[in-house]
DNA sequence: ATTTCAATCTGTAATGAGTTCAATTACATA
DNA sequence: TATGTAATTGAACTCATTACAGATTGAAAT
């Protein structure tokens, strides 16, 4: 078990020497919590999470490396919540759904090619973001 | 002119009193503010724009001015720019490009229905935004 | 006209996400 | 082992937004 997890630890370090990220044990440790979680999580959240394995841990760290990662096309920053940033261990293009109550941010899966195109009214597009809001399924 | 102006705010003061709004003149400087222009302004944009006509106000009372006004479906609510939140005087679902560069926001016309939608994978919407982010047709 | 009362406005203080920066630590290489 | 660069840390700071309490407004009611 801990064997596996160290593994695991290690084929993350593989990663990202291979996308030219020095493989730092915090590094490793936030892209392990977005590779687990689909919850689009902000700073804080990964900091909760993850501060108890690193105690020494700083959220400037977070914020330091979730920006390295958003550059190096890692994860997605989500501006859909105007109160924090949320990040998205990026898959596919997809769309999103905000619940106003609870606050989760859910997955939608459309068939809209919207988050394809490379200019639009030629303006030349590098990010594309279908974001609804409203009230969930479960808090319906 | 001046007649002409009087009358203007005076048509805003029943468009106001009509959606069971108080018309007070900072609530009419503001509708009229956004009513002509079409810069998805941030608070900060409105306040340096009006306060000039109106020594004595206060940023709070913009932001409590546009809170109401989301509410009252006059003004839509942008979080496209994750630094301050934009307010767009809506007219027709529409999407938006926000440039990296500049950082105007522009109207974008698709010819797509996403924003149409009443409820997706069971989740009931009451906003829905597009958004494009990247280097304006101006900045390239 | 004066009183009354709720709604609105104002300004200051508080909140909280995110950034800056200088000092410390880690780590690869010589 | 010594050196140098990159990464981390934590405190101070910025700045958008909210909270709050007192002042002002304006429309009834008397
Ligand atoms: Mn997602
Ligand atoms: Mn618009
Ligand atoms: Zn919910
Ligand atoms: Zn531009």
Do not use: W
Request: one cysteine or more.
């Amino acid at each position: 078990m801990v064997n596996k997890n160290k593994t695991l630890l290690n084929e993350i370090k593989e990663i990202l020497k291979s996308k030219d990220i020095k493989p730092s044990y915090q590094r490793i440790m936030v892209y392990n919590y977005m590779k687990n979680h689909r919850n689009h999580p902000s700073v804080d959240t990964i900091f909760k999470a993850i501060s108890g394995s690193i105690p020494t841990l700083s959220k400037t760290t977070i914020y330091n490396i979730l920006n390295f990662f958003a550059k190096k096309g890692i994860v997605d920053t989500l501006t859909i919540d105007k109160n924090e940033v949320r990040y998205d261990f990026i898959k596919t293009p997809h769309a999103h759904f905000m619940c106003k109550i609870c606050g989760e941010i859910f997955d939608i899966h459309l068939k809209s090619d919207v988050c394809l195109k490379d200019f639009v009214e030629g303006h030349k597009v590098e990010d594309a973001h279908v974001d609804f809001k409203g009230v969930c399924k479960g808090c319906l």
